[in-house]
């Protein structure tokens, strides 16, 4: 496609959000959402090896899609870790509890 559509991390968590909330989606028809919308020719989404890997740690796990998001982030910017309140995103690969 000649002019695809630009999503951007922001847009996508708070996609995810709304899903979740709103629509009442669970952790499985999003991630599967969220794939399809990589897959899809009109639409570009930034980053989409982070959002990749993220929805490959929340599989099973109970983390949130926003929160593996930010752990990739980090994990690309090659931080050590990176820090967080939230007891299920601290389980997730680059994040470390803060207490």
């Known amino acids: ?21 709103q629509y009442r989606f669970g ?21 989409p090896d982070v959002v990749r890997r993220a929805i490959r740690d929340t599989d099973g796990s109970g983390a949130d899609l926003a ?4 752990a990739q982030l980090g994990i690309d910017a090659d931080c050590d870790v990176t820090v967080t309140f939230d007891h299920r995103a601290s389980d997730l690969p680059g994040m470390r509890l803060l207490e």
Not at 6 to 18: C, N, P
Not at 67 to 70: C, E, G, L, R
């Open 1 to 21: 496609m000649g002019d695809p559509a630009f999503v951007t991390l922001v847009a996508l968590v708070e996609t995810v959000w709304v899903l979740r909330r």
């Open 27 to 47: 952790a499985e028809a999003i991630a599967r959402a969220m794939l399809a919308l990589l897959g899809a020719d009109e639409v570009v989404v930034q980053a």
């Open 67 to 70: 929160d593996a998001i930010i």
